[in-house]
């Protein structure tokens, strides 16, 4: 669905930190855990930490993907790789997430969309920007162009979380959660080799220099 620029509805930092919270995008572990560099793109210092960033193409509006919770970058690697082929496209972690460097979580919209525009500048990506944002990556996406008006063009929203999503959910029903603790049980026993052939299915068509990599990063955080 593409949104064109609107006031629309402003977010508060209360509504927006229950989210982060209930959304959060990586474990302790992982922010323990070290990987090597990303297979693609490069580091830029930003904010004191470093953050994975590839843009490929030339062309405006450079498109930027805000990936969902728990995704990264390169899981849009297909997309981006076509979107190259007619503008400038960009892909990234979060601090956080992926190959990007640790930092505390939650954090409010307002820091990780400063974030993402000092790292769009420091690598020189020129405005305006298209936004494609997935779960929670569009609740990023609405606020950096609330903030940021003069440089987005739009926005395509996939899946998008919204204000009322947490009052909006409906509450489990208890014989439910008793139906699933069987399959529950069963997918953490085996829940590596299940994720690595989701994965494996998923991943098909990236490269294996990027693919190994990143199945190895998603087995890791889980």
């Known amino acids: 669905m593409i949104i064109l620029m609107n006031s629309g509805k402003s977010f508060t930092n209360k509504v927006m930190g229950g989210i982060d919270t209930a959304m959060k995008e990586n474990t302790k572990k992982h922010q323990a855990d070290k990987l090597s560099g990303p297979p693609i793109g490069r580091y830029y210092d ?29 899981d849009y690697l297909n997309i981006h790789n076509k979107i190259s082929q007619r503008t400038t496209s960009v892909i990234y972690d979060r601090a956080g997430t992926g190959w990007s460097e640790p930092i505390n979580l939650p954090r409010r919209a307002s820091e990780v969309t400063d974030e993402l525009r000092n790292l769009l500048h420091t690598a020189g990506v020129p405005a305006p920007y298209l936004f494609v944002g997935h779960s929670l990556g569009g609740i990023y996406a609405r606020r950096y162009a609330q903030r940021f008006p003069d440089e987005a063009a739009g926005m395509v929203l996939l899946e998008p979380a919204y204000e009322d999503l947490l009052t909006d959910m409906p509450k489990l029903k208890k014989r439910y959660v008793f139906q699933q603790v069987y399959p529950i049980l069963r997918t953490l026993l085996t829940y590596k080799r299940t994720f690595r ?24 955080k889980r």
């Open 46 to 74: 930003v904010e004191e930490r470093r953050l994975f960033l590839d843009c490929s193409g030339t062309g405006s509006p450079s498109v930027v993907f805000l990936p969902a919770a728990g995704m990264v970058g390169l």
């Open 197 to 220: 052939n989701l994965f494996e299915q998923m991943l098909a068509e990236w490269p294996d220099s990027i693919r190994e990599p990143l199945i190895e990063y998603h087995l890791r």
